[in-house]
């Protein structure tokens, strides 16, 4: 069995209780590992997977998954007859932060649509309509989730 120990970090060097702890690290073998970032990220992959499987079953064809470029990051390209849908999922495990959809505002919706176009210029694939759409994810409790899908947000 490998051994790990939990590392916190704060503004004070006291002892808190593990709930309080703002930054949790664990070090193992000399490495340390952010269990926070870990956590999002997984949290990020479970949204996107319910995302596709919610746009596949509403009859969309998922044609790229996380393209990246330099500049950022694109979740979900998809297809519904000739319309091309750029999709930006949002998860959120509670309501502490306020509702997924208001993550993306001016700045990250612009920054979406350079992306957008970047991804359409290596790709060239043919429609007659584009459109983004912020797709949020509720995870309530261990492998249940809540979806809500905003066509055209933006």
């Known amino acids: 069995m490998d051994s790990a120990v939990v590392v916190h970090r704060g503004r004070h060097d006291q002892d808190m209780p593990a709930p309080h702890r703002p930054a949790l690290s664990l070090v193992r073998e000399g490495v340390a590992v952010n269990v926070e970032a870990r956590w999002r990220r997984e949290v990020g992959r479970f949204g996107e997977e319910l995302a596709v499987r919610h746009l596949r079953g509403c009859g969309y064809s998922v ?5 990246r470029c330099r500049e950022g990051e694109l979740d979900i390209v998809a297809r519904l ?11 959120r495990s509670g309501e502490r932060f306020g509702a997924p959809v208001d993550a993306v505002g001016p700045d990250k919706a612009r920054r979406l649509r350079r992306l957008a176009c970047r991804w359409l210029g290596e790709k060239r694939p043919a429609y007659t309509e584009v459109r983004f759409d912020v797709i949020s994810v509720w ?5 249940t989730a809540r979806i809500e899908h905003l066509q055209g947000a933006f």
């Open 63 to 67: 044609l790229d998954r996380n393209w």
């Open 81 to 91: 007859g000739e319309c091309l849908v750029f999709c930006e999922v949002k998860t």
């Open 139 to 143: 995870q309530s409790a261990p492998g």
